[in-house]
Every structure is written in structure tokens, then in C-alpha cells.
């Protein structure tokens, strides 16, 4: 198979990770006999500092010309004081928009042998095997209008959740999808008794479940929710919500099993392509130490190989690798426990590769 990978490696630690993903990618293309292109492009600060904007025209026609495209992270002290427009963050909000990301896919899954280090009992995070998918383009964050006004002397804000029935629809059927594909469960999180358009968000949820008989669907208000994920996270398969509530969620589930250092992402569109990227950000504590796991960028590439290229033995080989380095007792300094050795960036990247 031949394909064209862009790699925005971005600020801090993502630079150090994404080297690691291309390494993982190239020992894979090797084994499986595979060709993949790999082309770099800026983002972010490292692409202010060059460009002067934060997503220049040169990497959004990269990305677009490319079958998948892989992120590192973005942002960091340097640039916090930059006015609005030209904050790192802003070039992940706008490839977003441009490339049509409509949801964002993370999958959270328990390591046993890193059962240590989440901050739940183990009795209730053993077997936690869930996905959030978070609505990325549309509600809260998006709705106009989003003003201050001052009237009368009376200052007064507004934020608009708009939705259009189609940009629900899309989402809560890619869950459907991806739980039919797995243990057959979604659970649809909303405040239905409080919000208009958590209304339509339940009802077109009813609607999608009539196409897929196999999978069970329940409802769950957003408050119930933050708490069953630390109550009872092995209740869950697929969850799906809006925007907002899926920022909160998604962080949330995020820590149940472990370290931001070991959690992948995706972001999928109607006609591609895909961007992966690890959930963690730029780590600027730890930038240019070769202290980050490099884990959630490994895992991130691994997906990219199964949703995008379908490459799903390659994907496996990958997850395999990095579960028995783990299960070898590797670490990084983010997963070891107080006191005992732990390995740099590149000696993780090189016990993975072996392990492949
Ligand atoms: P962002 O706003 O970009 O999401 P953030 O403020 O959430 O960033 P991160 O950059 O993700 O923060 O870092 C949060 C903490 O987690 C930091 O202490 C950082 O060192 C640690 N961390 C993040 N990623 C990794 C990693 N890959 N390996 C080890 N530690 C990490
Ligand atoms: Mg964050």
C-alpha cells in the first residue's frame, strides 16, 4: 500500500513524539511492505515564528493533499501573550474547521501493567474498555451570536448552542458505527431536561438507533454522567455528546486508566482526510528533555493505520508492541512509580521498535 502521511510535528513535545510515530511508521512500512510518503509542515508557534501565522496556507494544502495527517501538539509560554489571532491554538481550531473534523474519537483502554498509576482503585477501572466521541465543529463553541454588549449602562453576555439537525445526525451515527464494531453500546449524554437542543439531540438519537437493531442505546444527562465515568466506568462502550459537554468528558475519561502521556485521538470528516493526534498538549515543563512518552503518538499513528488506511494487523502489531514493553516493565518518567528507573523519549521509541 502507498500512502501520503503529513506530519505536523507542532510545538514542545510534540516535535520530540512525532519523531517517534515516524520511526514506528517506517519500521511497520518495512515489516509489511508498505510505502509511506511522509511530508512536514508548520503549525502552530513553531509555524508563527516562521510564517507569522499559525496555519499557513502552504500546511492546510499539505494536509488537504495528504491521506491522513498526524499532529503533535501545539502552543507553549512563548507565544501566550500573542494577541487572539495568531495564538498557537488557533491553527487547531482552523485545520479543524478547514479539513470538516466533525468528531473527535478517543478511545480509553486499561493497561494492566500500568494499573498503578491511575487515580482510581483498581477494582474500578480494570477492563475499562470505552470510546468518547466528542461533536467538534458545532454548539456552544461555534454559535453566533458570542458578544458582550453594555446597555443602559448594564453589561450582559451571550453564547449561542446552535445545531443543525445534520451535524447531530452525523455524529451520534458515527458512534452507532464504531459500537457496532465493538461491544454493541452507546450511551447518548445530554441535558435533556433542561436544554432545547439536547432535545433534538436525544430525539435525532432515537432516529439514528432504529438503523442499527444490534446496538443498545441509552440516554444520560451530563451531570449523571461525569459521575458514573468515575463511579463505573466499565458501564461504558461508545459515548457520545456535543461539543462542550464532550470537552469535559473527554478529559475526564481521559485520566481513568492512566497518564496524558498514553492517550491517542481522532478526528474523522465526511470524506477525509483524518487527523491524529495524542491528547496531551505541548508539555512545555518538559519540552526538549526527551522525558515525554511518546506512547500517545505511537497509538495515535496505530489508529491512523486502522480508520484511515484500514490497515488493521499493521494497527495491532503496534498496540501489541507497545502492551509488551509495557508488560516489561518500560517506562517513562510520567508512567514509572516514585523511585524506580524510567527510560527517555528515544530509549521508549527504541524498546518499541524492537519490540515491533
Ligand atoms: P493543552 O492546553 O495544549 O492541552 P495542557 O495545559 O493540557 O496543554 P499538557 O501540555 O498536556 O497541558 O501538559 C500537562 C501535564 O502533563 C504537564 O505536566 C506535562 O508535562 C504532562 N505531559 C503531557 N504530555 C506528556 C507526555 N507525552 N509525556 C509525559 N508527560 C506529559
Ligand atoms: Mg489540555
Known sequence: MEKRIAILPGDGVGKEVSRGAVTILQAVAELFNHKFHFTYGEIGGAAIDEFGTPLPERTLNLCKASDAVLLGA?????????????????????????????????????YSSISGISPLRKEVVEGVDMVVVRELTGGLYFGKPSERSVQKGEASVVDTLFYQKNEIERVIRYAFELAAMRKGKVTSVDKANVLESSRMWRETAEEVAKDYPDVQLNHMLVDNAAMQLIKNPRQFDVLVTENMFGDILSDEASVLTGSLGMLPSASVSA???????????????????????????????????????????????????????????????????????????EGMIEEIKAAL
Open 74 to 110: 501545539v502552543g507553549g509560554p512563548k507565544w501566550d501573550l500573542m494577541p487572539g489571532h495568531i495564538r498557537p491554538e488557533k491553527g487547531l481550531l482552523k485545520i479543524r474547521k478547514e479539513l470538516g473534523l466533525y468528531a473527535n474519537v478517543r478511545p480509553v483502554q486499561y
Open 271 to 345: 470524506s477525509g482526510p483524518y487527523l491524529y493526534e495524542p491528547i496531551h498538549g505541548s508539555a512545555p515543563d518538559i519540552a526538549g528533555m526527551n522525558a515525554a512518552n511518546p506512547i500517545a503518538m505511537i497509538l495515535s499513528a496505530a489508529m491512523m493505520l486502522r480508520l484511515s488506511f484500514g490497515l488493521e494487523e499493521e494497527a495491532e502489531a503496534i498496540e501489541n508492541a507497545v502492551e509488551q514493553v509495557l508488560d516489561a516493565g518500560s517506562r517513562t518518567r510520567d508512567i514509572a512509580l516514585f523511585g524506580t528507573p524510567f527510560l527517555t523519549t
